[in-house]
C-alpha cells in the first residue's frame, strides 16, 4: 500500500492560505488505469460543476484544467492562479498566486483528482 500525507490547507503570514496537496508517491502507475476508467471526465465534471456551483458568489472563477497522457493532471487553473505538479521530491501540487478564497476552489479540485486516481488502483485477485 502506497502512503500519502492528507492534503491541508495553511495559514501563511504575508501570503493568506496555502494549500499543501501531496499526490501518492506511485502515482504515474495509476494514470493509465485512471483514463482508462474514463475518470478524468469525473474530474472534468466535478470542476465545471463545482465552478456553476459557485457563479455569482466571492468565489467566482473560471477552472482551467491541462492533462498530460503520462502524468495525469499537471495544472489547475483558477484565475490568475492555480497549482501545477511538482515531480520533485514527494510529488505534489505546488501553488502559485494562491493565498485567498481560490485556494478553497482549487484544492477541492485537486483532492477530487486524488480521490479518483487512488480509485484507479488495480483489484489483487
Avoid at 94 to 117: D, M
Wanted: with cysteine; charged share 25%; glycine share 8%.
Amino acid at each position: 500500500m502506497d502512503s500519502m500525507v492528507y492534503p491541508t490547507l495553511e495559514i501563511v503570514e504575508g501570503r493568506g492560505i496555502i494549500p499543501r496537496i501531496c499526490l501518492p508517491r506511485n502515482y504515474k502507475t495509476l494514470i493509465p488505469l485512471f483514463y482508462e476508467e474514463g475518470r478524468r471526465k469525473t474530474v472534468e465534471t466535478y470542476a465545471k460543476e463545482l465552478e456553476e456551483y459557485i457563479a455569482g458568489g466571492r468565489l467566482e472563477t473560471k477552472i482551467r484544467l491541462q492533462w498530460n497522457e503520462e502524468k495525469g493532471l499537471i495544472n489547475i487553473s483558477v484565475g490568475t492562479a492555480g497549482l501545477d505538479l511538482n515531480e520533485r521530491g514527494w510529488p505534489s501540487f505546488q501553488e502559485h498566486n494562491l493565498g485567498g478564497h481560490f485556494s478553497f476552489t482549487a484544492s477541492a479540485v485537486a483532492t477530487k483528482y486524488i480521490s479518483e486516481l487512488l480509485k484507479s488502483r488495480p483489484s489483487p485477485n
